[in-house]
């Protein structure tokens, strides 16, 4: 789960920072992993590759509204609905958090790992720092990696 701060001007003209809440479970990982065409990692790579700006907005605009939600009081549940992320997509918090992507893909790149479940960050990490050209600097890590 990633805890962003995200200062923005509200509506009102007012400057605010919220603590916004992202997570994707290691079965929505899966979802999006099995119904995307060549998988999660393929379709990145195709993004990274082509430099085709409406289809790397799509994207993170998607994995946003998918990772955003809100903790329960008690800690046991992650609270996503349309209505949520609706509501966040209406914000200026939304307009900063994808602006800072499109202005720094490490940025984007940490956001991405951010949201992944800790153990199978861990497990990424871990394969990266073996794999013989180790880590790349911006790069996106998927399920399919692991």
């Known amino acids: 789960m990633l805890k ?3 200062t923005f001007t509200d509506y009102n003209g007012e ?3 919220g ?3 992202f997570n ?3 079965a929505e990982l899966l979802e999006m992993q099995f119904t995307t065409v060549g998988g999660m990692q393929r379709l990145l790579e195709d993004i990274s590759e082509s430099h ?3 289809r790397t907005f799509e994207m993170f605009k998607t994995i946003i509204l998918k990772a955003y939600g809100e903790k329960s009081p008690d800690g046991v549940r992650f609270i996503k609905s349309k209505e949520l992320s609706e509501a966040f ?4 918090a939304y307009t900063e958090l994808i602006l800072e992507f499109f ?5 984007a790149a940490e956001f991405i790992n951010g949201i992944i479940p800790s153990d199978l960050a861990q497990e990424i990490a871990k394969k990266q720092k073996e794999s013989a050209d180790g880590v790349i600097e911006g790069q996106i890590v998927t399920i399919a990696d692991v």
């Open 103 to 107: 202005q720094d893909g490490n940025k």
């Open 19 to 21: 603590n916004y809440y």
């Open 4 to 6: 962003k701060s995200i």
């Open 89 to 92: 997509e209406q914000t200026e």
């Open 15 to 17: 400057k605010r920072t």
């Open 52 to 54: 085709d700006n409406k």
């Open 24 to 26: 994707l479970s290691k």
